[in-house]
Structure formats: C-alpha cells, structure tokens
C-alpha cells in the first residue's frame, strides 16, 4: 500500500512586518560587507524554516560561508560540486522519498533547496540543474545571481550584463566596452525546456516579502521550482556596501531586472514601476561600467526596452561582430 508523502505548507505573509523573526543563516560566515548573496541566503532560510537541507554548489556562498569547522547554517547543509547541485539535491529528494515509501521516515518531506550561484546554476551547473527540472524531483532551485565569477576573482560568467568590466572582460583598445555578449535568460532556460516544472519566479533583495512568498510558493507546489534572485554584489560590481539595497531597487525601476512569476503557463508581474527611469541612473552607480560610451549605453537601453515590451519573454540580441582572422 502506497504510503503518502507528508508535505508543509508554508503560509504567505502580508508584508516586512511579518517576515519571521526566526534565522537559520547566522552569524559565524565571511562574505563581504553588504553582500547581496548573503542578504538573500538569509531571507530564503528565514521563508523556508528549520525543516530544511540546503545544497550548496561551490561559489560564494559555500566558500565565504563554510570557514573550516565553522558555518552560519542552523539547518543542514551539504556541499557540492559546482557542477552537481541538481544531482545532489535529486538524490536527497528521492532518498527520502524511498524512505517515506518503506515506512522509515514519519515526517514530513524536508524542504530541499539547492542554493547556486550564476555559474552553478546555468553554466558550469547547467546540465546537473537541467536534469533534476526534467526527472520532476520535489525541489527549489534557485540561482542567486551576482553576475560573475566573484568567488575566483570577478570573472565573467552567462549572466554577465552587455559592458560589463570582468577580470576576463576588461576594457581595452581593441574592445573598448568589455564584455560584448548579452546575459542569458535562466528563467527562459526552464520554462522553455522543462515541461515538468510549473514554477518559475525571479525575485530581488529589493523586495523581501515579494523574496519570501515566492520562496514559499516553490517550496508548497509539488515537483520542481526554479528562483532566479537578483543578488547585487559591492566587490565585483564596485559600489559602496551600505548601498546594496539601493542598486537591487534601481535595476528594477530601470527595467534592468523584472520581477515576475510564471505559475502554471501564466505570467504574473510585481512591482512594476509606472514608467521607467533610463538605464544610465542603474549603470552609472557601478564602476564596472564606468568605461561605457554613450553608444554603448544606448545599445543596453535598447535591450531592456524591447525585453520590457513583454518582459519574461526571450528578445533577439544583438550578436558581437566576428573576430579578426589573424
């Protein structure tokens, strides 16, 4: 006789005043001052609560976050490869449900959420992501998304925006506005590929209630969910720290990210400001966009512009000249 799977059921809340008070991303971690990433870590921990196993692929938030017999986790957490997140967390999932099905776990199934960086989730993690979207494991995938490689250095990763100054993709003479490819789409890369998951949602720490109940809303729908949160990040994009908050809101009242959920072939939109400001107000806060020319910022303005005449639909982008046959 088939045993049913106890599953939680997470409430929404009404707004920051009843964001839990409860943490489970503490003290006792290393990321820089105003860390975007670790802003988001916190508040995901404190949506999904102490009935939690987070994954967590190299990067960021598994090397500033896990000093040697030290980490700021007060649920358990597991490390994994920067390319095998999804594996990982597909393994656990199905381990308990094996359990649950012979009887050996009462409870209910634990939230079980691979936490990736840019690079582990739609890079170098691609494929292992991929594959626990398409076997329908009951998980939350989510990407926090600094936009780099900002663990090894600020190398360029797929989420890079257009212009971008990167260790890899600097400035120079010969290509003056540094990075020459637009960013992939993640949210697009589910949707559009993964007929099993119902769920995609992006978010930003602009907006922690909004974070929260999407959070939640992944973690309560059985099957998989994919979270892409905007993550703003003061080393690699050169800003002062206490102005974390301030850049994440700006992308959004740029059009520079758009916050919106696709629930079920339904697109539903949050926080859409009335009319945008221009993307030069987002830009010019950042030094990793200080080399741009007034050409160069037109053709990222053009960009959002058409991504926002249907936002969360992909756009053509423009391609990066050839190179030069030696």
């Known amino acids: 006789m088939a045993v049913a799977v106890k599953t939680q059921d997470l409430p929404r809340i009404k707004g920051v005043r009843?964001?839990?008070?409860?943490?489970?991303?503490?003290?006792?971690h290393r990321t820089c001052a105003g860390c975007g990433p670790a802003l988001q870590y916190k508040l995901v921990a404190k949506a999904a609560g102490p009935n939690t196993i987070f994954v967590g692929p190299t990067g960021c938030m598994y090397v500033a976050n896990s000093s040697y017999l030290c980490t700021p986790y007060a649920v358990p957490w597991i490390h994994a490869q920067i390319t095998n997140g999804g594996a990982v967390a597909s393994g656990i999932e199905a381990a308990y449900q094996v359990l649950i099905r012979k009887g050996k776990w009462e409870g209910e199934l634990p939230n079980v959420i691979v936490m990736g960086g840019d690079g582990g989730s739609v890079d170098i993690g691609l494929q292992a992501m991929s594959g626990l979207m398409y076997r329908g494991h009951d998980a939350l995938f989510i990407c926090y998304d600094n936009e780099s490689y900002a663990n090894t250095g600020i190398q360029t990763s797929p989420t890079t925006p257009y212009g971008g100054n990167t260790t890899f993709t600097p400035p120079g003479p010969a290509i003056p506005e540094g990075k020459k490819l637009f960013p992939k789409d993640p949210p697009q890369l589910v949707i559009g590929g993964h007929p099993a998951v119902k769920y995609v949602a992006t978010a930003s720490i602009a907006y922690p209630a909004d974070l929260i109940n999407k959070v939640r809303k992944g973690l309560n729908l059985k099957g998989p969910a994919f979270l892409h949160i905007h993550a703003p990040c003061p080393k690699g994009w050169t800003f002062d720290e206490s102005k974390t908050v301030d850049i994440a809101r700006m992308a959004i009242q740029t059009g520079m990210w758009v916050l919106y959920e696709w629930d079920n072939g339904e697109i539903k939109y949050q926080h859409r400001p009335r009319q945008y400001k221009p993307?030069?107000?987002?830009l010019t806060l950042q030094g990793r966009f200080a080399h741009l020319?007034?050409?160069?910022i037109e053709k990222i303005q053009a960009f959002v512009d058409a991504k926002l005449k249907a936002p969360g639909i992909p756009v053509a982008i423009p391609l990066p000249p050839p190179r030069a046959v030696a």
Do not use: F, L
């Open 18 to 28: 009843y964001i839990p008070k409860e943490n489970y991303y503490v003290p006792g």
């Open 279 to 282: 993307v030069r107000e987002y």
């Open 293 to 296: 020319t007034e050409a160069h």
